[in-house]
């Protein structure tokens, strides 16, 4: 008995360290997979290792502080929210792929008790018009003629309505998008460009991508060998003037200089986007959002004249949602008939990169997705696996080997109770943003690369995201002797593909100071007088604003619910004293919740950028249009005596 009991324990004290290595190491790759913040696998050179501990961002002009993103502080705030039930549960009846469509015989029961041949459909063509006058951009022509088909028909046009009919009683109603080849004039292209994909999240921020969406982090992670810019802050409030650098490397302010004038009724037409400067090369554009009511042109905002693009799937969104539209929750229809708008949205995508890729022509294509994310903190992590498998498509169908894919977000949350901690308020100015670059790209320009990877722990903005993707356009130009000798007479945008200073500051990237993450703070007496005459000016700062719109409703203060000092610090101010309060308060009537940085000087405050409502204003300022002041009115018409 003691020889066996010998030789059971020998091998098992042999293999038990063996057992707990290897268990180590799998507890190691779940944890990183699920909460990793290192944006690379990318050997980062020793002489950019700096101590980071407590850090994401520790340069000597930006300090942005690692936040876990499961803090006690706000997975208060985390739930799971509930898929939405499209069309009541009752099934599409006609699906489509690259080219058709065609009905699908297991859904022919919830339509009708009749045998299929009794089913007779239809398609219609439609199509954008261009607006007259100081129409919104919103306008649809539909053909006259429907087109009959049976079971299945080849489409050969790019937007159709479908319609069938048992007898003459209607059944059924459905809307496809489709990518026909267009023709496209093409200036002649030397040598093999590189297609620009963008892929946009709307009200993400990056510590919320990997908490909702885990699974579509860690394949870009992973699989994709993506790089996270891990010190991404955004510029302004909203989506405008968050994507407005991206597009065409101008502030919102600048723009509405250089674009709108009285006889164009500030429409978009004249103004420097990107995807015109590929278009010019020969590249095929396209540019698509859902949730189009309230889209990146349009909401509370007169679009574009001409079809800015040569795809530009915003209209059949629209006219999809204005018709079939279901589940209707807050700001979107989360559904067009039987299916999620998003996973439509995604579908497109798909079919507009696999039929460039067949035909082989070089495309830049923009694409902005809010039906998902943009009103609820936790309605993403629905979306997790289809986005998972959008890209894994993509990526093992070899669909990405000739292009620069850049997946983003323009801010976190905007609203909610997670706004009102500090966490939330972080991470609402640092949205995400993800590069996958083909490996022969990163072979051939490994100066430009490692650069790339070291700006991941730098402060960057949108108007670097800009620069990089005019990069993309002149990729042969990326050689050392053209970024050591690139123009860096500017203090506001810098490509990625060049290092950036260690020393950059949110002034000199012209980040306003509410928008800074770089700003070491500590939370103060939110009730001693500083505090509150802080706040009273900023209420008053707002009534200003509403001069001339009397039917707004002079507003006063009510509580100040959260106070904190913000110092820049030595580092960055060099010596000179700059203090900023940032201040939560509450006003009335209405209960609008505010945030607000003010800097104090010579007993004079200042507003940093712009004042921000953290929670929803609704109804409460219908009476007005203007998109900035609706943040701030109170109809006196809501006033009850």
């Known amino acids: 008995m003691e020889t066996k009991e010998r030789r059971w324990r020998v091998p098992s004290l042999f293999w038990l360290p063996l057992i707990i290595f290897?268990?180590?190491?799998?507890?190691?790759?779940?944890?990183?997979?699920?909460?990793?913040?290192?944006?690379?696998?990318?050997?980062?050179?020793?002489?950019?290792t700096t101590e980071l501990k407590g850090f994401l961002i520790k340069t000597p002009g930006c300090r942005i502080p690692f936040m876990d993103p499961f803090d006690p502080t706000v997975t208060k705030f985390i739930h799971k929210e509930k898929k939405p039930v499209c069309n009541d549960g009752i099934p599409p009846l006609i699906d489509s792929n690259l080219t058709s469509i065609y009905l699908i015989n297991s859904s022919v029961a919830n339509y009708t008790d009749q045998d299929i041949t009794a089913i007779k459909c239809c398609y219609q063509p439609f199509y954008r018009q261009e607006p007259g006058g100081t129409d919104g951009d919103n306008k649809i022509k539909f053909e006259k003629k429907c087109i009959p088909f049976n079971v299945s028909a080849k489409i050969s046009h790019e937007f159709i309505k479908v319609v069938c009919k048992v007898d003459t009683v209607s059944i059924y109603t459905d809307f496809f998008s489709f990518v026909p080849i267009k023709t496209v004039?093409?200036?002649?292209?030397?040598?093999?460009e590189l297609n620009v994909l963008v892929v946009g999240i709307d009200a993400i921020s990056r510590l919320n991508f990997h908490r909702q969406m885990p699974t579509t982090v860690d394949y870009l992670l992973r699989n994709m060998s993506a790089v996270e810019l891990l010190g991404y802050n955004k510029v302004g409030d909203n989506t405008f003037p968050n994507l407005i650098p991206v597009l065409t490397g101008l502030s919102e302010t600048t723009l509405e200089e250089v674009c709108w004038n009285d006889d164009n009724n500030k429409r978009f037409d004249s103004c420097p986007f990107i995807w015109k400067d590929f278009k010019a090369k020969g590249f095929v554009t396209s540019f698509g959002e859902d949730s189009s009511w309230m889209g990146i042109f349009n909401y509370l905002r007169k679009g574009f004249r001409k079809q800015p693009t040569d795809y530009m799937w915003g209209a059949f969104n629209r006219i999809s949602e204005n018709q079939i539209g279901n589940s209707h929750n807050m700001n979107v229809e989360e559904c067009v008939g039987g299916r999620e708008v998003y996973k439509v949205f995604l579908d497109y995508i798909t079919n507009f990169v696999v039929t460039m890729d067949n035909a082989k022509l070089p495309y830049f294509a923009f694409y902005w997705g809010a039906s998902l994310s943009h009103d609820y903190l936790n309605k993403p992590s629905l979306g997790d696996t289809n986005y998972l498998n959008f890209f894994k498509n993509l990526k093992e169908n070899g669909r990405l080997n000739n292009t620069a894919l850049v997946v983003m977000s323009d801010h976190?949350?905007?609203?909610?109770?997670?706004?009102?901690?500090y966490q939330g308020q972080m991470e609402e100015r640092l949205p995400f943003v993800f590069?996958?670059?083909?490996e022969w790209y990163k072979r051939q320009y490994q100066e430009a690369y490692s650069n790339l990877v070291k700006n991941t722990r730098r402060l960057t903005t949108p108007y670097d995201l800009h620069e990089t993707l005019k990069d993309f356009l002149n990729r042969f130009n990326l050689t050392h002797d053209f970024l050591q000798n690139r123009n860096r007479n500017i203090s506001r945008g810098y490509s990625l593909f060049n290092e950036i200073s260690p020393k950059r500051t949110c002034e000199s990237a012209e980040i306003a100071s509410h928008w800074c993450t770089c700003q070491q703070s500590a939370e103060i007496e939110k009730n001693n007088s500083l505090v509150v005459e802080a706040a009273t000016f900023a209420v008053e700062y707002m009534n200003l604003q509403l001069e001339g719109y009397a039917q707004c409703a002079n507003l006063t203060l009510e509580s100040i619910t959260d106070a904190r000092l913000m110092t820049h610090g030595e580092h960055i101010t060099n010596g000179d004293e700059v203090k900023d309060y940032m201040i939560i308060f509450e006003t009335v009537p209405g209960n609008g919740v505010f945030e607000v940085t003010l800097r104090n000087t010579a007993k004079h405050f200042e507003v940093m950028g712009t004042i921000s409502r953290l929670n929803l204003y609704g109804k409460q300022s219908a009476c007005i249009t203007d998109f900035h002041l609706k943040l701030y009115c109170y109809c006196k018409n809501l006033l009850v005596d």
């Not at 290897?22 to 950019?48: C, G, H, K, N, W």
């Not at 004039?185 to 093999?192: A, F, G, I, T």
């Open 22 to 48: 290897a268990v180590l190491l799998f507890v190691m790759d779940v944890f990183q997979s699920q909460y990793a913040l290192i944006p690379t696998r990318v050997q980062i050179s020793e002489d950019f």
């Open 412 to 421: 976190g949350i905007r609203w909610g109770d997670i706004r009102q901690t």
């Open 435 to 438: 590069m996958v670059l083909p």
């Open 185 to 192: 004039k093409r200036n002649h292209l030397e040598r093999s």
